[in-house]
């Protein structure tokens, strides 16, 4: 049973920085795709970033590009998103999610992801 957790969230005034995490675990954590998405009141879940299986390519929306990193160390079975110069409108729960398939080019699409962690806040205030 694949699980992932997410932790890391919380408040930081406007410019700060957040580091969040997500563990994955049931399965073979290196042979899949990671991404990350968020979801603000009374708004659609929208995509952030992904990364490839390996680590090697990563891929960002453009709003968070320049700001967001996303990472992931396939030897603790985490993947992580650096969140910079945070602005008010960053202000959701992030999800970080995996697709069922092995070895798949992650895209922007919410239906290409299978698995879904319980979403962490983060609140950022101007």
């Known amino acids: 049973q694949v699980q992932l957790v997410e932790s890391g969230g919380g408040l930081v005034q406007a410019g700060g920085s957040l580091r969040l995490s997500c563990v994955a675990s049931?399965?073979?954590?290196?042979?899949?795709?990671m991404g990350w998405f968020r979801q603000a009141p009374g708004k659609e879940r929208e995509f952030v970033a992904n990364?490839?299986?390996?680590?090697?390519?990563?891929y960002y929306a453009d709003s968070v590009k320049g700001r967001f990193t996303i990472s992931r160390d396939n030897a603790k079975n985490t993947v992580y998103l650096q969140m910079n110069s945070l602005k008010p409108e960053d202000t959701a729960v992030y999800y970080c999610?995996?697709?069922?398939?092995?070895?798949?080019?992650?895209?922007?699409?919410?239906?290409?992801?299978?698995?879904w962690g319980q979403g962490t806040q983060v609140t950022v205030s101007s």
């Open positions: 049931g399965r073979t954590f290196s042979y899949y795709a």
């Open positions: 999610a995996a697709p069922r398939e092995t070895f798949t080019i992650p895209t922007t699409r919410r239906e290409q992801y299978d698995y």
């Open positions: 990364i490839r299986w390996s680590g090697g390519m990563t």
